[in-house]
């Protein structure tokens, strides 16, 4: 496709975890900020979320590798809010352009059925 | 006039053939060239099938052009481009601020690693003389 960087990321992530687990994911919890609720006993904690693009050291998203961005839609294909994926705020921003640059070229979908 | 890059990406009709398609990406070569651009690049992905369809093509030939061109001259090409037969969408991209950042944080990166590599060896090197 291209001959710039290309990285992947496994699988997608928005699977398995739908809109109501968010934050749900860790059960070992590493220190995590206390979600609502959490000092009355029993309080799961938050595991922190880093920014898959930060730490995979991605410097330019591309709209035309598709595989990195489908890795940040789920099924219905819509992009998803900062808090389910806990990228940070810039590359969010440039995750956003790449995916609605990606749709207007027809390399993903708006929505799917 | 400085140079600007950019990235020129369009979608040819899925009825069209390989030699047409060939011709239109020199059509719009020519588009650029009459700007005082100036094509880097040319990148023939060919046929794949679009996401959604647009009209009523399921597939499309992708054409990827590289280009530097005065920043002016972008919005007449693509007028050009709007108004030629065959082509569904393009999308033209400026991409030289975007790569000169991406390029920095790579060498301030690169940078970092090297530094401390070094302070690892040195480590390395005092743990070793501490021991003789």
Not at chain 1, 27 to 47: L, V
Not at chain 1, 55 to 83: C, G, H, M, Q, W
Not at chain 2, 15 to 36: C, H
Request: aromatic share 6%; with cysteine.
């Amino acid at each position: 496709m291209s001959d710039m960087e290309t990285p992947e990321f496994r699988g997608r992530s928005g699977e398995g975890r739908g809109p109501a687990g968010e934050g749900r994911g860790g059960e070992r919890g590493e220190r995590g900020a206390k979600g609502p609720g959490g000092s009355k006993g029993g309080g799961f904690f938050r595991r922190r979320k880093t920014c898959k693009l930060c730490s995979e050291k991605v410097d330019y998203v591309d709209y035309k590798n598709t595989k990195l961005l489908l890795a940040f839609i789920p099924e219905r294909a819509k992009i998803l809010p900062r808090r389910m994926f806990g990228t940070c705020a810039p590359c969010q921003r440039k995750v956003r352009t790449a995916i609605l640059r990606a749709r207007q070229m027809a390399l993903i979908p708006y929505s799917t059925e | 006039m400085s140079q600007r890059q950019y990235e020129i990406l369009f979608i040819a009709e899925q009825n069209l053939g390989e030699a047409e398609v060939d011709t239109l990406t020199a059509t719009v070569k020519g588009f650029i060239e009459k700007e005082n651009g100036t094509v880097e690049k040319i990148e023939k992905w060919g046929k794949k099938r679009l996401a959604y369809p647009i009209g009523k093509n399921r597939e499309g030939s992708y054409v990827l052009i590289l280009a530097s061109s005065p920043g002016s001259a972008i919005s007449e090409v693509e007028r050009r481009m709007r108004v030629t037969d065959g082509i569904l969408r393009f999308l033209a991209v400026r991409i030289d601020a975007e790569m000169k950042k991406a390029d920095r944080k790579k060498t301030i990166r690169g940078k970092k690693e090297s530094t401390r590599r070094a302070s690892v060896r040195e480590k390395d090197r005092a743990f070793e003389g501490g021991a003789q």
